[in-house]
């Protein structure tokens, strides 16, 4: 039996064709654990009223992946930053699995600006999906776990939110509200049985590093290829992280084995902050 066996997990952001949401999908399902996988519709997709839910995001890819590995899958189109589209979504799934045992806020955006050039929108832009969206998610699973006496959350910060920069103030500070919102939420619920932690990635092969590449490699007048590579030397381990890398650490920290660790921010980083 694996780890995560007669569990279900909720994990947002889920759709990504190369994101960390479905490695992690894919680490809980080889674990034992049943999927409620959320993302949003594509950007300048025209979906009609007539067309079922989850019937257009790349959560169905997943959700499949899930289901071949013989595991349960739903799948749900949502804003995060819709309080009221979250708990519908939660509904969903306590009324199709009758249980949420574990949340992973993996939901994210990223966007590079020079300080002086961030705007009221970038600014709101970033911080509503990559902080509130984390507060109001966790908040929705709460009662849930605290009637259960037991649950798992864990959000996806960054090294971003460890350290400073020059190019990315807002991704970095909302970072930081999650590694800050882990540790209060994992003071206020404890007793709770519910434990809450936060991993901080470094440079991930993702759909979103293809983001980061572009606009930073842009900002310093690189090309994304050499931005990756001058990111890629600085690096300890000596190579660039892979979403694997992340979803097996997350996959620790929802299970049994890491029953003694909460309110921490654990850096799966390829040892770029050692701290």
């Known amino acids: 039996m694996g780890r995560l066996e007669a569990k279900v997990a909720m994990v947002t952001g889920a759709g990504g064709e190369h994101g960390l949401g479905r490695a992690i999908a894919q680490r809980f399902a080889d674990e034992g654990a049943d999927l409620i996988l959320t993302d949003v519709i594509p950007t300048g997709l025209r979906v009609s009223s007539a067309t079922p839910p989850g019937a257009w995001g790349g959560v169905d890819a997943v959700a499949e992946e899930i289901r071949k590995r013989g595991r349960r899958a739903m799948t749900a189109i949502a804003d995060v930053r819709s309080v009221a589209q979250i708990e ?8 199709e699995f009758g249980r949420i045992d574990i949340l992973v806020n993996n939901a994210g955006i990223y966007r590079a600006a020079a300080t002086v050039d961030v705007t009221e929108e970038h600014w709101d832009a970033i911080m509503s999906i990559n902080a509130k969206a984390v507060f109001f998610a966790s ?5 849930t776990m605290i009637a259960q006496k037991r649950g798992a959350i864990v959000s996806l ?9 020059r190019n990315n103030l807002p991704y970095n ?6 590694v800050s919102m882990t540790k209060s939420l994992a003071l206020a619920h404890a007793a709770d049985g519910i434990r809450v932690n936060c991993v901080c ?13 572009r606009e930073q490699g842009k900002l310093m007048g690189l090309t994304p290829d050499e931005f990756t590579r001058q990111r890629a030397v600085t690096v300890p381990l000596g190579r660039m992280e892979r979403p694997e890398d992340v979803a097996n650490v997350i996959g620790f920290l929802v299970s049994s084995k890491s029953g003694y660790m909460t309110g921490q921010a654990l850096s799966v980083d390829g040892g770029l902050v050692m701290h």
């Open 201 to 213: 990635p470094g440079f991930v092969e993702t759909d979103m590093w293809t983001s980061v590449a």
């Open 139 to 143: 908040q929705a699973v709460l009662p």
């Open 157 to 165: 910060a960054s090294m971003a939110g460890k350290i400073g920069s």
């Open 88 to 95: 519908k979504v939660v509904a969903g799934a306590l009324a």
């Open 173 to 178: 500070a909302s970072k930081a509200a999650v």
